[in-house]
């Protein structure tokens, strides 16, 4: 008896189709899964038997072997649990009808309850790519499966259900479409619980709309991380596009939310400055998306920016440039997405007040050059805006006027993201910061005067070819921000008051 069922599986992002096939034939007894199997698919073997015993079904008498193909593929995990089991199911004769159009995946426990599983939102994608008609998942991640259009859902909570299923003694009936829920964007946080502080809000509103990365330095209490964690509040809403892929990495991490499986708010990834460098980019053995990816499309913030260990953070370079990052173990490489804002805060000393004006830092000049120096030059190049957040002043603190809304603000940030898309139709940036070198002479049409500002900064201040690019980006959202085409003087000067900061506390750097 021969049979095929197809399944599917996951590396990295990239899902793939199996085909498991059975065959059973006369001889001594045996159960065997060949096609480059690891221990864990062996495993399945145990649980299969168990399910199918857990449901008084006779394991059949004969040399069975199931072949997972393509041979070639690295399968991994206990996914196909579901498919072997119903290969069984097809040549003990329990499922009779034609199941071709039909995927399975899922893990299936010793007493037949079938297990949820990770990445199941890339594998329905691929599923519905490939044309089939209907997908098999666990219970637990049929709702999450059900973001995908145009593909019946069954939810599986139990091998013993899919075999009622098949008898027609009790359908199991396929998921509701997902329906989008309104986004619940503004928590409890809003920027209008931050009194005063006008330069770093406005810093914040130039960066979240051309989304560009910012580092935010100041004293202790000074509202640092009250206003990074603001900034998602006045982020532009996510598209249909962002939200799947952004779900896709979180899918694969096994981090979707039950109630709302579809993530349509910007994340907002906070790691502790203790993170590893694979807890940060990405990693181990069958590699798994790290910080930076499960912050695609939304905020990596990095707080204490200067207690991270100087080796992690280098590891960021290469993923802010490429926006994607590609990660090599033994059992093969895979590159997730990373295409996140970078907010960073830190103190701007051991003690926390140099530069304050009223306390005294304690530090010596070492100290303090020490400690900043843990932020190399490229890495704080790789910053467009930089912004001084000093101590809230008690006028601004005491006061009762109402301070501007998150809603308010992105607004404003809103209306220039639809300039720009405007701008960039047909090419695959999405934002200023953004913006390829090629696209650069065209998009950041300077005014003469402009350009002679930009000119006596890039030879006084001895800018790199990165900072002036990435000055005249700022510059490029700024003028958006103001309502103009070309970038006039004033959008360079305060683009060029952002990078000034790194001078004032590294002082000048070659
Ligand atoms: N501008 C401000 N408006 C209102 N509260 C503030 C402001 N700045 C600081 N605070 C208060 O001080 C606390 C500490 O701020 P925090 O963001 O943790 O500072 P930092 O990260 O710079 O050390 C905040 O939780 C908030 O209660
Ligand atoms: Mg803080
Ligand atoms: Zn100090």
Redesign the pocket.
Known sequence: MFAKVNSLGLFGLNAFSVDVEIETSKGTPAFDIVGLADTVVKESRERIRSALRANGIAFPLARVIVNLAPADTKKSGSVHDLAIFVALLCVTGQINEDISKSAFIGEVSLNGDVRPINGVLPMVLLAKREGFENVFVPAENAYEASVVEGINVYGVDNAGSLIKHFAREAVILPQKPYEIKPEERFDTLDFA?????QAAKKALEYAAAGGHNVL?I????????????RLTTILPAMTFEESIETTNVHSVSGLVNKEAPLVTKRPFRSPHHTISSAGLAGGGTVPRPGEISLAHNGLLFL?ELAEFDRRTLEILRQPLEDRQVTISRASGTVTYPCSFMLVA?M?PCPC?YYGHPTRKCICGSKQVASYLSKISGPLLDRFDIHVE?P??EFD??SSTAKEESSEQIRERVQAAREIQLKRFKGTSVTCNARITPDMLADVCVMTDRARDTLKNVFEKMGLSARAYDRILKVARTIADMNGSEVIDKAHIAQAVQFRSLDRKYWGERP
């Open positions: 619980d931050v009194k005063g502080q935010m100041g004293s202790p209490g000074s509202g640092k991380s009250m206003l990074a964690k707080d805060a103190n926390g957040v101590p809230v601004h603190i």
